[in-house]
T-cell receptor
Framework: LAKTTQPISMDSYEGQEVNITCSHN???????ITWYQQFPSQGPRFIIQ???TKVTNEVASLFIPADRKSSTLSLPRVSLSDTAVYYC??????????FGQGTTLQVKP | GAVVSQHPSWVICKSGTSVKIECRSL??????MFWYRQFPKQSLMLMAT?????????EQGVEKDKFLINHASLTLSTLTVTSAHPEDSSFYIC?????????????FGPGTRLTVL
């Protein structure tokens, strides 16, 4: 599975758009890029997954360039409740999810 | 969406005792379940993969005799921490996948906080 690299932490303010970029230089051809959110003392929650170009759902957008060596999770108009740890993972057909260190997002009022 | 539960949500035990943690998929059948461990301020570490009806596959460095995994049905996997010690205190999280192949989102349980005194 690809090793992923993300910023350790980010700060934002309520109402702003937050973009978290993840590097995955060695991602395999068949791997999908998946993002999870985790609140303290809870299990991770699936946010979004994509293979290439752009994917959007009701909570986020995921941008993946053509070379697939990175991806950017975009959270529109964050609120205090979006304060959490965000993980970028390469997901392969083995089914294993290997978590990196994640990005701790702190949303301030 | 698919729901995964864990029981208990927290447990405190004495050193040397064994503790069993259950992971259930409530509204779907999970042919594959995964067990993770998370220490404070750290990321999740995959411990093992269990497939229904077969032996679990453990990640490197995880003692299979200490962390017993049983996946006897399509909706239940159990993790037993044998002869627990304070260093086993951690947050244990399971996840379940609907299909045995590579496809399929993983759904995570709420976690179990284990404290060994």
């Amino acid at each position: 599975l690809a090793k992923t690299t993300q910023p350790i932490s980010m700060d934002s303010y309520e109402g702003q758009e937050v973009n978290i970029t993840c590097s995955h230089n060695n991602i395999a051809t068949n791997d999908y890029i998946t993002w999870y959110q985790q609140f303290p003392s809870q299990g991770p929650r699936f946010i979004i997954q994509g293979y290439k170009t752009k994917v959007t759902n009701e909570v986020a957008s995921l941008f993946i360039p053509a070379d697939r060596k990175s991806s950017t999770l975009s959270l529109p108009r964050v609120s205090l409740s979006d304060t959490a740890v965000y993980y970028c993972l390469g997901w392969s057909n083995t089914g294993k999810l290997i978590f990196g260190q994640g990005t701790t997002l702190q949303v301030k009022p | 969406g698919a729901v995964v539960s864990q029981h208990p949500s927290w447990v405190i035990c004495k050193s040397g005792t064994s503790v069993k943690i259950e992971c259930r998929s409530l509204d779907f059948q999970a042919t594959t379940m995964f067990w993770y461990r998370q220490f404070p301020k750290q990321s999740l570490m995959l411990m093992a993969t269990s497939n229904e009806g077969s032996k679990a596959t453990y990640e490197q460095g995880v003692e299979k005799d200490k962390f017993l995994i049983n996946h006897a049905s399509l909706t239940l996997s159990t993790l037993t921490v044998t002869s627990a010690h304070p260093e086993d205190s951690s947050f244990y999280i399971c996840s379940a996948r609907k299909t045995s192949g590579g496809e399929g989102e993983q759904f995570f349980g709420p976690g179990t906080r284990l404290t060994v005194l």
